[in-house]
Structure formats: structure tokens, C-alpha cells
């Protein structure tokens, strides 16, 4: 039986997870819980689960929810001490970090730091943090696994190969909800459209993130770390069917891909079960009912975001923790109406212009450029 802790468990990967886990309840154990301010569903999932440990980032929340378990033996924690603490439990055999932000990066290099196999779906641990995460791993007997779907897939397609024969990795992107549209068409776009994405379920944040492709800018520069391949080499693709989640191309001309339900609980799964294959929680793909398999170059014009993370992921340095606290800040202000969809591109551009990078990047200088960051893109609106 393998023992889970998983952090951000009120959140769409941990709840999905969760999901398998009851299901599955012969083959998993719950160790640890975390969430941000969601105490009512937490507390709900300690119930059923009965964890060892909470934590709660939300101080007052914390409080809460410490006193409503005040006569339970689990053991309730709060901040980002609590979260290194489950990342690193002795008899934790997988970690799950679901959290969403910077937030997940303490927790990531701690997991490393006890040997720990990560089931990764936190974007930013890679994105602000590639280099630090590099330099943990050397020496660690951690491993990654990760859990975003096109990752995942990619992992999944280079397994059992050499790293050196592949020639391209080709991440695939479902366009979003806006595939097709001209900048001109963009210009009312309202956060109620923004989420309605036609192919996946997902959290807010990263529903703005697949209407504008940042997510992809994101993904690309997670593929780079993850699999130590160069920029140069990593293509993306708009996919509209999302089947093929990703592809890996090998110098004797092969295309490897990875397809299967547009469902998260797949890569979640795989996550879980590796090195192992159980059967299926999500059912099986139809070949017959896909129709057909089309694919489209990327409007680096209209979706400018792809464009500005690929211009922070070749700069490297700090500069692709300017751009994910910008894209945080201007994301969260398009969700409160404060700006329009448009002039999330817009403030990017502006922060990562008048930006100075920085080479000799460390964990504190990160969370230093993202409250500068973020209280400039407020600045900037006011």
C-alpha cells in the first residue's frame, strides 16, 4: 500500500485525486492533507480519510479548523512550514503537490531533500525554480514524476529510451476556448468566457492560462528542466481534439505519442501506479469516435503570452519568475474585473521590459521578485 501525501488537496488535481484514492482504497493511504482557505471541504476529506496531518496556509482558517478537529488525533498545521513538513514525511512514499503558485517551490525542494518520489503538478516549482530543482536533484535519490497531462505523456513516450536520440519534444495545446479569433476579436472578452474551455476541466487560474497560451509558455519551460532538453528543441501544436497529449520526435525520424481520454485523472493515475499499470479508472478511448486528428500552428500575435514566455524561458535567469508573478497578478485582476483579457499580454510585456535579470538566482531573491512583482502590476493599474 503506498502512503500519499498531497498537497492542495481542494483544488481540481487534488480532488480528482482524491477521487482515485477512494476508489482505490486497498492500494492507497492518505497521510496528509493541505489546502489554502477551503476548510470545509478539508475538513470533510479528514473525515473520510482520517490523515495523520492538515495544513492550512490561511492563519485564521488554520485557527478554524484546528478547533473544530480539537478532538481528533489529526494534527493540524499551518503555512509553508507545515507544507515542508508533509512534502517530507519519513513514511510518505509519494508526495503530491497540487498547490497552485510560488508556494510550491519550498515544498518541492524539501520533498527532494528526503529522497521523496514527487508527483508533480505544480507548474511553478520548474518554471521559477528549473535551476534550483537541477541542483537539489544531482545529489538527491529523489524523483520527478510529473502530472501535467502533456508532461506526463512525454514521459511516458521517452521511457525505456535514450534521452540522446530524441530529437524534438512536441507539446500539444487545444487552442482554448479562443482558437481561431484575431486579437481584434479579443478586445470584450469577459472572465466568464475565459473559462469556458472546450476540452478540460480545470481551476480558474489555469483556465485563463489555456484561454491566453501562457499555459503552454509555462509547459515548455517545465519540458526544458524536466527533460534536460533545449529550447530549440521543443516544439508546441495546436491539437483542438486534445487525444494526442503529447509527442516525442527521435532522430531516426519516429513519432512517439501518448493518447487517451481528455481526463486528468489518467496522468494522475499513471502517477500513482509507477512504475506499475493498473486498470483504468476513466474507461478506454474510442478510436472510432475521434473522427479525426488535426493540427495548427500557433498564433504568436494574437495570443501574445505564448510569445513572452518563450522570450523569458530563452533568457533564463530571473526572468521566467517575472513572468509567472506577472502572469499571477494580471491573471487575478481579469478575474476581478480590474483589467481587461487583452492587458493580461499588455502588463507581461511591461513588467519583463523594464525588468534587470538577475543570473545568480536563489529561492529568497524569487520570492522577493514576486511581491515586487506583483505590487508594481497593481501599481500599474491604480
Known amino acids: 500500500m503506498k502512503k500519499i501525501s498531497i498537497l492542495g488537496s481542494t483544488g481540481s488535481i487534488g480532488k480528482q485525486t482524491i477521487d482515485i484514492i477512494r ?3 486497498d492500494k492507497y493511504k492518505i497521510l496528509a492533507l493541505s489546502a489554502n482557505t477551503n476548510i470545509d471541504l478539508l475538513y470533510e476529506q479528514a473525515l473520510e480519510f482520517n490523515p495523520k496531518y492538515l495544513v492550512v496556509m490561511d492563519e485564521k482558517k488554520y485557527s478554524e479548523l484546528k478547533l473544530k478537529l480539537s478532538n481528533s488525533k489529526t494534527k493540524v498545521l499551518c503555512g509553508v512550514e507545515g507544507l515542508e513538513f508533509i512534502a517530507s514525511l519519513n513514511d510518505a512514499d509519494i508526495i503530491l503537490n497540487s498547490v497552485v503558485g510560488m508556494i510550491g517551490l519550498k515544498p518541492t525542494i524539501a520533498s527532494i531533500r528526503a529522497g521523496k518520489t514527487i508527483a508533480l503538478a505544480n507548474k511553478e516549482t520548474l518554471v521559477v525554480g528549473g535551476e534550483i530543482i537541477k541542483r537539489e536533484l544531482k545529489d538527491s535519490k529523489a524523483s520527478i514524476i510529473p502530472v501535467d497531462s502533456e508532461h506526463n505523456a512525454i514521459f511516458q513516450c521517452i521511457k525505456g529510451e535514450n534521452i540522446s536520440s530524441v530529437r524534438k519534444l512536441i507539446l500539444t495545446a487545444s487552442g482554448g476556448p479562443f482558437r481561431g479569433m484575431k486579437k481584434n476579436e479579443l478586445k470584450d472578452i469577459t472572465p466568464e468566457m475565459a473559462l469556458k474551455h472546450p476540452r478540460w476541466n480545470m481551476g480558474k487560474k489555469i ?4 484561454a491566453t497560451l501562457m499555459n503552454k509558455a509555462l509547459e ?3 519540458a526544458h528542466y524536466l527533460f534536460n532538453i533545449d529550447y530549440n528543441f ?3 501544436v495546436i491539437h483542438p481534439q486534445s487525444i494526442i497529449h503529447s509527442m516525442v520526435e527521435y532522430i531516426d525520424g519516429s513519432i512517439i505519442a501518448q493518447l487517451s481520454k481528455t481526463d486528468m485523472r489518467h496522468p494522475i493515475q499513471y502517477a500513482l501506479d509507477y512504475p506499475n499499470r493498473y486498470e483504468s479508472q476513466i474507461g478506454y478511448l474510442n478510436l472510432f469516435d475521434i473522427g479525426e486528428i488535426t493540427f495548427e500552428k500557433p498564433d504568436y500575435e494574437t495570443f501574445e503570452c505564448l510569445k513572452l514566455g518563450l522570450w523569458a524561458a530563452k533568457t533564463g535567469g530571473s526572468m ?4 509567472n508573478a506577472a502572469n499571477e497578478e494580471a491573471v487575478n485582476l481579469f478575474l476581478n474585473n480590474k483589467i481587461k483579457f487583452l492587458e493580461i499580454a499588455e502588463l507581461i510585456k511591461k513588467v519583463m521590459e523594464n525588468h534587470n535579470v538577475i ?4 529561492v529568497d531573491k524569487i520570492l522577493e521578485i514576486e511581491n515586487y512583482i506583483k505590487e508594481y502590476i497593481k501599481s500599474l493599474v491604480d
Not at 521566467?320 to 513572468?323: E, G, S
Not at 543570473?359 to 536563489?362: F, G, L, N, P, R
Open 220 to 222: 515548455v519551460i517545465e
Open 23 to 25: 476508489k482505490n482504497s
Open 234 to 236: 521543443i516544439d508546441v
Open 207 to 210: 483556465s485563463i492560462d489555456s
Open 320 to 323: 521566467p519568475a517575472v513572468l
Open 359 to 362: 543570473y545568480d538566482i536563489t
